[in-house]
């Protein structure tokens, strides 16, 4: 029996699965297998590129699957200096299926293929056939996680005593058993042997090109009294050593010197790769050799050498009763094998990998969304800060038409936390403007809720956003609050004012007037910032409010001065109902349908722009006729936009808060700062509160003095006016009197 010193020690293959390898199982899976676990065939591939201590690595991915036939097989995506070997997968429907099956005999169906390649002669053609695998896996596609058993079995040859394949010699360097003119040249032949495209022996630079080749015939012959190479394939085997035996006159003799290449994947010193065992299994059932030398091509291709090689020299257990002649089509195989790979633990069991994070739709959508945003950083805007944005909460307050823009412009932008507030429902007109509502939304219990369908369709368009909405009718300036309606009326400022509080911007794209007040003055009085749209007919108007001077505190500002105006601060009068008696073309909002999207588009835009300033909202405002010297990166932060579609114009506006305003002025909010909900009622059961509170009635007053006085003084003027026109009347009268006495004197 072979002393186990000298037994030859091989090392196993690694597996390495790439994650995009259980991305195309499962798309195979639904769309093709569905629930059939048949046996399917698969292919994986190794490398054969020399790196020290490196483990022997087996491939599979996303091309694994494309061989459904082996006799098609093709080497087109093969990578440089890799080989492919065929392999079965078996990919069970649930769990317990997977534990219940039977390993060991698919084991043994997988080596008893090795076996009959062997026997038939179809791996002397073709010796990838000897590197065949099993793969058992079950798939959870629900939670994307892969259970996954490799096996590779490799025959165990053994004689009748018990001897297995030991070293007949230690191992030695390439340079040890060949001369350095015999290893140029052994490595010029090998090159031109698997890429017979090679012009000479000068060409000794490799492609990596492989042709699956792993294992050829090396000869030392002698050519002009020096020694030579010559190189040919395992089929060649009878005519290749031919010569010799005739010479020898036997089928076998000791004077012979079987050498054998083998390009050996494994990068550890004399420890052969896991495929020579198969391929020595194949040459000695089929050539019953006992004594052979094996030269292990480790091949450098940043050196264009194989200067690392080492050759074997092996004492190979012949059974003689199913080996040479005496093998025979169709016989059993005798032999055990081996193979199962171990697990990360080193323990006979299956791996998992855990692909949640990574495999999910939603997680490639997103990474596609952010590929996509990344892409700009590039070259086109390198101080983009895809940061910020997405820790950006929106808060978008009317879900209607400017809302849908909004939210869908938010999400292109990489925005990940949007939310909406509105308390009307989809109605039958709606959906050819509002693109988040369908035909469906509108006839289902009198229409859906625009928040709550507008927060789904964000979701179901990109699920990794978070967005939600809220149904939520807005207390109103003139709109008067009933003693029944008052519980109601207070819970809905509070879910308001904490929604207001919990996001970081505020969009403002409600129908009236009115409805834009109460948001206003609270996110003055918090300190949001607000982005704020209306439409006319053929007109649009974007803006930011104003927000507390100097650093936010994160807490109220009920007397701070506030940087620009409000949409209110361009007004002398306080909001009224709008709503009441109104005839049907002023009940909806009657606009050219694409000024929407033009509007809706400038305020992400505008968002995006303040984000990336360096002062963000305390910025300056730019004009075209005056921007200012500290920009945005992505060009001009102004005040308002106006827009007239009539005459395709943008117009820059920028203006001053107004000490009177009936929103974001100190008076009102330290009023609501004192008074509360209180307040909030004067404001809607009284129409003339705030202008009483904020002194506008006194502005009227004044300016109907003053327009009273400059009506008098103009009425004395032109009283004066007019007298001083009678008497010049008078004295043109008299003087023509005078001349007509003068004619007649001289007519006389």
Request: net charge negative.
């Amino acid at each position: 029996m072979t002393s186990k010193k000298n037994l030859v020690v091989y090392q196993p293959f690694s597996s390495i699965v790439e994650p995009i390898f259980w991305s195309t199982l499962t798309k195979t899976k639904l769309n093709e297998w569905k629930l059939d676990n048949s046996e399917k065939t698969i292919f994986g591939t190794y490398r054969a590129k020399y790196e020290p201590d490196f483990p022997t690595q087996f491939w599979l991915n996303m091309n694994s699957f494309e061989y459904a036939d082996y006799s098609q097989k093709e080497y087109k995506h093969l990578a440089p200096f890799s080989f492919m070997a065929p392999g079965t997968i078996l990919n069970t429907n649930t769990m317990k299926e997977y534990k219940n099956l039977d390993k060991i005999q698919l084991f043994k169906n997988t080596a008893n293929l090795i076996w009959q390649d062997i026997v038939n002669g179809e791996a002397l053609e073709d010796t990838s056939r000897l590197g065949r695998f099993l793969l058992l896996t079950y798939a959870d596609l629900k939670k994307y996680i892969f259970y996954y058993w490799f096996a590779f079995p490799a025959l165990i040859l053994k004689s009748k005593n018990g001897d297995l394949i030991s070293h007949k010699e230690p191992p030695v360097m390439i340079d040890k058993f060949f001369s350095e003119k015999q290893i140029e040249a052994l490595y010029g032949s090998l090159l031109r042997l698997r890429e017979p495209d090679l012009e000479s022996d000068e060409d000794k630079i490799s492609t990596g090109k492989t042709g699956n080749l792993n294992v050829f015939l090396i000869k030392k012959t002698k050519e002009k009294e020096e020694d030579a190479i010559s190189v040919g394939k395992l089929s060649e085997w009878n005519t290749f050593w031919g010569k010799e035996k005739e010479e020898n006159k036997k089928e076998e003799s000791e004077d012979i010197e079987y050498i054998v290449g083998f390009i050996d994947p494994s990068g550890v010193s004399f420890v052969p790769g896991w495929p020579l065992r198969n391929i020595l299994a194949l040459i000695s059932v089929r050539f019953a050799v006992s004594r052979l030398k094996v030269v292990c091509i480790r091949e450098d291709p940043s050196n264009s050498d194989i200067k690392n090689s080492f050759v074997l020299d092996l004492q190979v257990p012949v059974v003689e009763d199913v080996s040479g002649k005496n093998l025979k089509e169709g016989q059993e195989c005798v032999f055990e094998s081996s193979g199962w790979e171990k697990n990360t633990k080193g323990k006979l069991a299956p791996r998992l990998v855990d692909l949640s994070g990574l495999m999910s739709p939603e997680k490639l959508a997103e990474s596609a969304v952010n590929l996509n945003l990344q892409l700009m950083r590039w070259r086109l805007l390198p101080e983009l800060d895809l940061e910020i944005i997405s820790r950006t909460k929106c808060l978008l307050i009317g879900a209607g038409t400017l809302g849908c823009v909004v939210g869908r412009a938010l999400l292109g932008w990489g925005f990940r936390h949007i939310t909406f507030v509105d308390g009307g429902r989809v109605s039958y007109s709606n959906p050819v403007r509002q693109w988040l509502y369908t035909f469906e939304d509108s006839h289902v219990s009198n229409g859906r809720y625009k928040a709550t369908v507008a927060g789904e369709q964000l979701s179901r368009i990109f699920p990794s956003v978070k967005s939600s909405g809220h149904v939520i009718m807005i207390p109103m300036p003139g709109h008067v609050v009933t003693s029944r309606e008052i519980e109601a009326t207070k819970k809905s400022v509070e879910e308001i004012e904490n929604l207001i509080k919990d996001h970081d911007v505020v969009f403002l794209m409600t129908d009236t007037r009115e409805s834009r007040w109460l948001p206003s003055m609270l996110c003055a009085y918090h300190g949001k910032p607000v982005i704020d749209i209306a439409l006319g007919f053929a007109n649009y108007f974007v803006m930011r409010h104003g927000v507390p001077e100097g650093e936010s505190d994160g807490g109220v500002h009920p007397k701070s001065p506030m940087t620009h105006a409000c949409y209110f601060c361009q007004d002398v009068v306080a909001p009224i109902d709008s709503i009441s008696d109104r005839t049907l073309d002023m009940q909806c909002t009657v606009t050219r349908p694409a000024l929407s999207p033009i509007a809706g588009s400038l305020g992400v835009e505008l968002l995006v722009s303040i984000l990336h300033h360096p002062q963000k909202w305390f910025a300056l405002s730019d004009t075209k006729e005056s921007p200012q010297e500290v920009k945005s990166p992505l060009g001009y932060v102004p005040h308002q936009i106006r827009g007239y579609l009539s005459s395709f114009d943008n117009f820059l506006v920028s203006s001053s808060p107004f000490s009177k305003c009936v929103a974001c002025s100190s008076i009102v909010r330290n009023a609501y700062h004192e008074g509360g909900f209180d307040f909030l009622l004067k404001v809607f059961n009284e129409p003339s509160f705030l202008e009483n509170l904020t002194g506008l009635d006194l502005l009227h007053k004044n300016v109907e003095k003053m327009l009273e006085n400059y009506v008098n003084e103009m009425t004395i003027h032109e009283e004066n006016l007019k007298e001083k026109d009678q008497s010049k009347n008078n004295e043109n009268i008299d003087s023509k009197k005078d001349d007509d006495d003068d004619d007649d004197f001289i007519l006389l």
